[in-house]
């Protein structure tokens, strides 16, 4: 038995002599909990994970998930893979997933809008508006797990929510003699 046990043993020596004592009726497996959860606390920590929260995956740290459905065994939602690819939907085992923190949350989103395309310039369409308007900055910012951008006052275009991204214009395609006029260029074929 490692110090550090023997430390939280002689600690709580006095609750473990209250448990073991006969006249309080426990039995031997309730004694037995009881001195263990003494000993490894962690081993009896809540692990019931709550749905809309995001977690990460406890080997692969560059994975980040969104719960949304919670079964049994295993929560379902959007988020990335261990690989930082965004899907719609992912499944993983509830016991190999911990909480991840706010910046894990922003920075996975943050690369996969860049990833996108979300950039300064580009032509978006914000929620149920019809309105295409320019992002007019580059800067990001979380604000209750809801990606956003253009802070215009504090009140800044959501890019990403629920699941879903804000729809990207399409990039204008510019013909060879276009190309050509717009970048003082020979293009040979």
Known sequence: MGKKYIKILKKDFKQIKEV?????GHSAHHIITEITKNIIPELFEDKNLKPNNWYKHKI???LVYYSEIIEEKYITGYGFTSYLEYWD?????????VPASKKE???ALKNEAIKRGY????ECLFGLSEEKRKLETND??????????NDNNNCGDVIFQDGKWAELAELPTLTKIEAEEKYSIKIID
């Open 105 to 107: 949350v922003f920075d």
């Open 60 to 62: 692969h740290s560059g």
């Open 140 to 149: 990001f910012y979380l604000r209750d797990y809801r990606l956003c951008i």
């Open 89 to 97: 939907k992912v499944n993983y085992y509830k016991n190999q997933l």
């Open 20 to 24: 073991l004592n006969p006249e309080n």
């Open 119 to 122: 950039q300064k310039g580009r």
